[in-house]
């Protein structure tokens, strides 16, 4: 029998070019699986983006004023008399909160990379991503919650303020929020350092830190600012968690203590309290794509830094 | 004849993990000579040349016991410092490795890990510099672009430039792990005779696998096999005249 099998092929040869067994037909449908996958989820964010301009574009060709809008402090959506929308209050306060929260995570999660990726081995190595990875898929409102119901104790306690739901509460909250998945994006830039590179610096004499100071954090410079700009966009994206622990009460910050109040968290507080296709409705919208933008440019940003490491 | 010894080896064992990668290694290998290391693929060159600056410590489960003496200082012994045995002792690995700076803190970088960063004037630094990049005939090539990346060098520059950085801390071994394997045959022959010019200064040690190498830049030959020392004679002797018939076997051919 086998030895026929050669044979046969042989004189089969020019028929087996169109034969479509199972793995072929399998081949295809996966390859079309795949490809629907990846145009609905591109249709998708396409869908959401042309709702929200639809929704906000009232506002913005009919009464939209930016001296107002960008400059004024008075947000008074449900004024009788006259409402005034100035989000400047509410930019500076997500702006505190993430700023805050960045002085938070970046020695944080630089830190937990580092040792990480260089300097522990093992089981250890695998028992901290596995945790790391754990922390960031912590939700939003557990995080709030715990803003709530143990920083502000603690933070009315420590610093004899009479409330604790301020910028320093969301601020560290948010800060290790984006910490994790800072330091899992860090790691991954501290592993793409090829080993040699090591090598060849431990070779010539270079202790352990002179190793990471000298040659990896260098050397994987890009990746390390685009794990922060990633985690800057998490924190100015962030809602659900900055909404339980600011305070919520427009304001512009002066200290750490002062209550603020985020974009995000205005639009979700508020959404749900206006009528459809109303002014205040049509500038949450608006505030929707200003967010939208925002959040797009860090995370093209960051994006086109990654890139950059992979090219070289 | 007599010669000064610098590297000496006293039942050398190593192993990683369970894995015994060499038995009971004893040399005595002459100052100012370039020994050359041949055998068969897995027979512990590398392990044995890689111990003798200790860098196969960054394994974490290798071991080894007995001597190495470096002009009669034994390096591992406890108390001795990894950053002296490595200043003394160069490493040249088979695929070049030049770090992701300029070329000059490349050349710069070794310098700095054992003079400290202040106090290096930049005249002193272009000095050290230019004579570590002319000692490898590297210096009229590069000259133009000290401050261009390092790793966008071509390979035969790129292993040049790994050479020229150890001089600067004027190490007295210079070990070299197939330092040509990743190297176009001009390439090869242009960084054979760079490593010819520098054997007066350093004691140099080189793995190779290829056997005209060895026979052309060589003075001695150190033959392994399975993780032993078989024969040690010089490189002439040994090619004309081997003592053992492994060795005869591997140079003519016969099987790695
Ligand atoms: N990191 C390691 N862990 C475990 N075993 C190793 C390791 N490195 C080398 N070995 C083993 O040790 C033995 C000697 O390896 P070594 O690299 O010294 O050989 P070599 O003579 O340099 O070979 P080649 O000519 O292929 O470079 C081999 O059997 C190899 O499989
Ligand atoms: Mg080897």
């Known amino acids: 029998m086998s030895d026929s099998?050669?044979?046969?092929?042989?004189?089969?040869?020019?028929?087996?070019?169109?034969?479509?067994?199972?793995?072929?037909?399998v081949d295809r449908l996966v390859h079309l699986l795949v490809f629907l996958g990846g145009v609905s989820a591109i249709l998708f964010i396409l869908g959401i983006f042309v709702f929200i301009t639809r929704e906000g574009l009232g506002y913005l060709t009919a009464s939209f004023s930016p001296s107002e809008f960008f400059g004024s402090i008075e947000w008074r959506?449900?004024?009788?008399?006259?409402?005034?929308?100035?989000?400047?209050?509410l930019l500076?306060?997500?702006a505190a909160v993430s700023g805050l929260a960045m002085v938070v995570a970046i020695p944080f999660s630089l830190g937990a990379a580092i040792f990480i990726g260089e300097l522990s081995e093992g089981k250890t190595r695998e028992i901290l991503k596995v945790l790391v990875e754990m922390l960031a898929a912590i939700p939003s409102v557990v995080w709030g919650f715990i803003g709530l119901s143990i920083m502000n104790p603690f933070i009315i306690d420590a610093f004899d303020v009479p409330v604790g739901l301020n910028v320093l509460n969301a601020g560290l909250i948010l800060g290790l929020m984006a910490a994790p998945i800072m330091t899992t994006i860090a790691e991954d830039a501290l592993k793409a350092v090829p080993d040699h590179y090591r090598e060849a610096a431990e070779a010539m004499g270079a202790t352990r830190w002179q190793v990471i100071f000298r040659v990896v954090l260098p050397t994987a410079k890009n990746g390390l600012v685009a794990a922060v700009l990633l985690g800057v966009g998490r924190a100015f994206g962030e809602t659900m968690a900055v909404?339980?622990?600011?305070?919520?009460?427009?304001n512009m910050p002066t200290s750490p203590f002062d209550s603020v109040r985020a974009l995000t968290a205005t639009i979700a507080a508020e959404l749900g309290e206006t009528a459809h296709g109303s002014e205040h409705y049509r500038v949450l919208f608006t505030i929707g794509i200003f967010l939208f933008l925002i959040t797009f440019c860090i995370n093209l940003i960051a994006d086109l830094i990654v890139r950059g490491i992979r090219k070289k | 004849m007599t010669m000064k010894i610098a590297i000496e080896t006293h039942d050398l064992s190593f192993w990683y993990g369970d894995f015994q990668a060499l038995f009971d290694v004893n040399l005595s290998i002459k100052h100012g000579r370039i020994t050359s290391l041949i055998g068969p693929s897995g027979c512990g060159k590398s392990t044995l040349l890689r111990s003798i600056n200790r860098i196969n410590e960054r394994i974490g489960n290798a071991r080894s016991t007995g001597q190495i003496l470096i002009h009669g200082h034994d390096i591992l012994a406890p108390e001795v410092e990894l950053l002296q045995v490595r200043k003394e002792v160069g490493m040249v690995f088979q695929r070049p490795n030049p770090l992701p700076l300029s070329i000059r803190d490349n050349v710069l970088f070794g310098y700095r890990l054992h003079h400290g960063k202040r106090g290096l004037k930049s005249s002193e630094r272009d000095r050290i510099v230019e004579k570590a990049l002319s000692k490898v005939l590297l210096w009229d090539s590069v000259k133009d672009r000290l401050d261009h990346t390092a790793t966008q060098l071509s390979l035969e520059e790129q292993q040049k430039l790994c050479i020229a950085r150890l001089l600067p801390v004027q190490p007295e071994v210079l070990l070299m792990d197939e330092p040509c394997s990743a190297l176009d045959p001009s390439a090869t022959e242009a960084v054979e005779e760079l490593v010819w010019d520098l054997r007066d200064q350093f004691t140099i040690v080189l793995v190779t696998h290829n056997m005209a190498q060895a026979r052309r830049a060589s003075d001695e030959c150190i033959f392994m096999l399975l993780g032993k020392v078989i024969e040690h004679s010089e490189t002439g002797e040994m090619f004309v005249n081997p003592s053992c018939?492994?060795?005869?076997?591997?140079?003519?051919g016969r099987y790695g």
């Open chain 1, 5 to 25: 099998v050669p044979a046969a092929s042989q004189s089969n040869r020019g028929d087996d070019f169109d034969r479509r067994d199972a793995a072929w037909y």
């Open chain 1, 77 to 89: 959506p449900t004024s009788d008399t006259k409402p005034t929308y100035g989000i400047l209050a």
């Open chain 1, 92 to 94: 500076t306060g997500t």
């Open chain 1, 243 to 250: 909404l339980m622990a600011s305070g919520h009460s427009v």
């Open chain 2, 245 to 252: 018939q492994e060795t005869a076997d591997y140079i003519e």
